[in-house]
């Protein structure tokens, strides 16, 4: 039996495979990497044989993390697993990780539409089979964004762009037309972690660019809900520095709701000196309680400033341009009832 781990590994015939490319949940993040996951052919093929014999996901945790119910939580491990087990139950799939990726663009895709059923019943067995476990996924397919295209910033990760003063369809900047274009989920990846080898939001990703993500939320009344928020999913196997007080990460990523920015939790972690026996703090969203913010009656701006530098720096090894933002119950287990996000503010 051949275990295949690399994208560079091959089945040979005669020979039964367990496919486990691309499976590596210590690098997922929360909401983007398991809509690859569910949507994708395991080795891209529609069934198993005796050749094809299915596959493994792996939680390699080469940095230490810490108590053991985060490494359930962090990897997402239980809401990946039920996403490979039906796909590996019912075989079929629409890709290998290699079209849509990990982005959900319209609600008439029949690979949303696919996605949006399973999660309605991951979700039923997050209520009732694994109740009282950790489980830290919530429903993402009414979550709704324009995104613009990628303004350059020349290096310049502060640099204010139009999106900044008012939200519009499109943008003319020094004489060139910047559009936005939609994307559905909590978690958007802009360039994935693997690079180009897993397609995301932008088909070719550049350096030193900025973007920015924007919805309006309606809520039927004021109220207090927590936030989950990151713009660097931590991998589990990485000896990444934590983001420096006051700061987001490392790419100078901020949020604002109704027009007033949303500071960063204090991270936990604050060494500066990499160690895989320094044990990962609450740089990920999950592994802290939400932030406590306010959202008034009606629609609500919920702004997000995206920029990157290079895409390998010193602090990070493996820069992930991406976002997670999703209102959450205050304890973290549920969304919030009754929410409406829409960038057109639309109610239905």
Not at 54 to 67: C, K, Q, S, T
Not at 125 to 135: A, C, D, L, R, S
Not at 136 to 153: L, S
Request: net charge negative; hydrophobic share 35%.
């Amino acid at each position: 039996m051949t275990h295949l781990w690399s994208y560079r590994g091959k089945a040979q015939e005669g020979i039964p495979v367990i496919d486990s490319r691309f499976h590596y949940l210590n690098h997922f993040d929360t909401f983007g990497d398991i809509i690859g996951l569910y949507n994708s052919r395991i080795y891209n093929k529609e069934q198993g044989s005796d050749d094809m014999a299915g596959a493994i996901v792996a939680v390699w945790n080469d940095r230490l993390v810490a108590p053991e119910r985060n490494i359930i939580l962090e990897n997402n491990f239980y809401p990946n697993v039920l996403a490979l087990a039906e796909r590996a139950w019912r075989g079929g799939g629409t890709e290998y990780f290699d079209k849509n990726g990990t982005i959900l663009r319209s609600e008439e895709q029949p690979e949303f539409k696919a996605f949006a059923d399973f999660e309605k019943r991951m979700l039923w067995h997050k209520e009732h089979t694994f109740k009282g476990y950790p489980f830290a996924y919530v429903k993402q397919t009414n979550v709704k964004w324009n995104i613009t295209e990628a303004f350059p910033n020349e290096g310049d990760l502060t640099k204010v762009f139009p999106p900044e003063q008012e939200l519009k369809d499109s943008y003319l900047y020094e004489g060139k037309e910047y559009k936005v274009s939609s994307a559905i989920g909590a978690g958007i990846y802009l360039r994935h972690v693997w690079g180009k080898i897993i397609p995301t939001f932008y088909e070719d990703p550049q350096e030193n660019h900025t973007a920015y993500a924007y919805t309006y939320v309606y809520s039927p009344k004021d109220q207090e809900v927590g936030l989950w928020a990151e713009f660097q999913n931590y991998g589990r196997s990485e000896n990444d520095l934590p983001p420096l007080p006051g700061k987001w990460d490392y790419k100078e990523s901020c949020i604002w709701i109704n027009d007033q920015e949303i500071l960063p939790p204090v991270w936990s972690a604050t060494h500066r000196v990499k160690s895989a026996e320094i044990a990962l703090g609450n740089e990920n969203c999950v592994a802290r309680p939400p932030l406590k913010v306010s959202l008034n009656k009606g629609w609500n701006k919920v702004l997000l400033k995206l920029p990157v530098g290079k895409f390998k720096m010193e602090e990070v090894r493996l820069v992930k341009w991406m976002f997670t933002t999703v209102f959450v119950t205050l304890d973290g287990e549920d969304a919030v009832k009754g929410l409406v996000y829409s960038p057109e503010r639309k109610i239905q």
